[in-house]
């Protein structure tokens, strides 16, 4: 599996835009991203997946270059709530129900 | 969506003692994984649960230490034996419904051990 290397820790205010980015320099031709959010004393959330370009939800976007040796997760106007752990994971889909390997995430600390 | 409801939430256990965690699943689910998260830490995957097999362990997990149970396809258990502090972590488990999306989580249960 591809390793994953994030910022440990990200500071942001309300209402700001948070873009957090992951390198994964050694990602195979079958590897999909995905993102991953948790919260304090909860269990990990799956946020957005995808393979290359853009994918957007109701929740964030991501952001994958030609190369895709690296990702960006966009949360648009974070509000306090946002404060979390996220998780940049990678790994091929259709491989069957297989364990998530998880790389040391980035806490996001949203400040009012 | 799964929906995974874990329990106990928490325990405080004392050293030498073992604990047992359980987790129901609202869907029949071929594979569960449990996973250990010590404070501030990421997650580590102990164990892959099967119907019906025997639990496959990663590297530093032992089955003596964190016996598995599965004896459906929406429920198991995982036991911490003979408790010390350094035991004292999260334990989590989860799952996915199917092979290309999401995995699923519990909400985690945070063990201390004195």
């Known amino acids: 599996l591809a390793k994953t290397t994030q910022p440990i820790s990200m500071d942001s205010y309300e209402g700001q835009e948070v873009n957090i980015t992951c390198s994964h320099n050694n990602i195979a031709t079958n590897d999909y991203i995905t993102w991953y959010q948790q919260f304090p004393s909860q269990g990990p959330r799956f946020i957005i997946q995808g393979y290359k370009t853009k994918v957007t939800n109701e929740v964030a976007s991501l952001f994958i270059p030609a190369d895709r040796k690296s990702s960006t997760l966009s949360l648009p106007r974070v509000s306090l709530s946002d404060t979390a752990v996220y998780y940049c994971?990678?790994?091929?889909?259709?491989?069957?129900?297989?364990?998530?390997?998880f790389g040391s995430g980035t806490r996001l600390q949203v400040q009012p | 969506s799964a929906v995974i409801s874990q329990k106990p939430s928490r325990d405080i256990c004392q050293r030498g003692t073992s604990l047992t965690i359980q987790c129901q699943v609202d869907?029949?689910?071929?594979?569960m994984f449990w996973y250990r998260q010590q404070p501030g830490q990421s997650l580590t995957l102990i164990a892959t649960a099967n119907q019906g097999s025997e639990a496959t362990y990663e590297s530093g997990f032992v089955i003596d230490k964190f016996p598995i149970s599965r004896p459906n396809l929406t429920f198991s258990t995982l036991t911490v034996s003979n408790m010390s502090p350094e035991d004292s972590s999260i334990y989590l488990c989860?799952?996915?419904?199917?092979?290309?999306?999401?995995?699923?989580f519990g909400q985690g249960t945070r063990l201390t051990v004195v």
């Open positions: 989860s799952d996915s419904l199917q092979m290309n999306t999401e995995a699923f």
């Open positions: 869907s029949q689910v071929t594979m």
């Open positions: 994971l990678v790994g091929p889909l259709g491989a069957g129900r297989r364990a998530l390997t």
